[in-house]
């Protein structure tokens, strides 16, 4: 099972970013079981929990830091989930990771992470 995220970078507060993971590997023949979700971690501190997808995408479920600015989603027919940042803050920077569990879980509770990607929100 591989999980490829992409699209972090730098960015000023106040700014945007959207983050992509691509899942492929032989038990993702059925990625739309799955529920997605992303997240966070800065050097240092735990991991956090940001948000969730259910297979269907029909349940969403966001750490309270976030809710309001980011939207997760999901595209089964392209084997990807999304995670759209607005409104950055400094505090959002972290590495972010997607992450993948057969059961929804609003935590950092999960089978499947993907490598990091980076996401600095400068002041």
């Known amino acids: 099972v591989q999980l490829q995220a992409s699209g972090g970078g730098l960015v000023q507060a106040g700014g945007s970013l959207r983050l992509s993971c691509a899942a492929s590997g032989s038990t993702f023949s059925t990625f739309s079981r799955y529920a997605m979700g992303w997240s966070r971690q800065v050097p240092g501190k735990e991991r956090e929990f940001v948000a969730v997808?259910?297979?269907?995408?029909?349940?969403?479920y966001y750490a309270d830091s976030v809710k309001g600015r980011f939207t997760i989603s999901r595209d089964n027919a392209k084997n990807t989930v999304y995670l759209q940042m607005s409104s950055l803050e400094p505090e959002d920077t972290a590495v972010y990771y997607c992450?993948?569990?057969?059961?929804?879980?609003?935590?950092?509770?999960?089978?499947?992470w993907g490598q990091g990607t980076q996401v600095t929100v400068s002041s």
């Open positions: 997808t259910s297979w269907s995408g029909a349940s969403t």
């Open positions: 992450t993948a569990d057969p059961v929804i879980h609003a935590t950092t509770h999960s089978r499947y």
